[in-house]
Nanobody, 124 residues
Framework: QLQASGGGLVQAGGSLRLSCAASGGTFVGYTVAWFRQIPGKEHEFVAGTKLSAGTTYYADSVKGRFTISRDNTKTTVYLQMNSLNPEDAANYYC???????????????????WGQGTQVTVSS
């Protein structure tokens, strides 16, 4: 079970850090990603990390502003979001999957486990 937290209201240019905790387990062997969704739209890939390889990958729209990382216990994955703009406002979800191949890693269908969303609102 995944628990996402850390959303809130921030002014444009501000920062937030989202957390995704693996309840009752760890992320060892998983690929973990963040997606975001606005009403009426599909989930949009934001960032992901393959924990075994230590690799990270980002949507072009957030590259250089967002950073995905994990803690040393591999029970929590973070999304540090800097230089936020109103286009970043959405409900953010974390997701995890065990056998996520690289070519599918940006698709929500590649992930088996999902946390509840955490809302990010950016005021201009």
């Amino acid at each position: 079970q995944l628990q996402a937290s850390g959303g809130g209201l921030v002014q444009a240019g501000g920062s937030l850090r989202l957390s995704c905790a693996a309840s009752g387990g760890t992320f060892v062997g998983y690929t973990v990603a963040w997606f975001r969704q606005i009403p009426g739209k599909e989930h949009e890939f934001v960032a992901g990390t393959k924990l075994s390889a230590g690799t990270t990958y980002y949507a072009d729209s957030v590259k250089g502003r967002f950073t995905i990382s994990r803690d040393n216990t591999k029970t929590t994955v973070y999304l540090q979001m800097n230089s936020l703009n109103p286009e970043d406002a959405a409900n953010y979800y974390c997701a995890a999957g065990r056998r996520v191949i690289v070519s599918a890693s940006r698709s929500p269908r590649a992930y088996n486990f999902w946390g509840q969303g955490t809302q990010v609102t950016v005021s201009s």
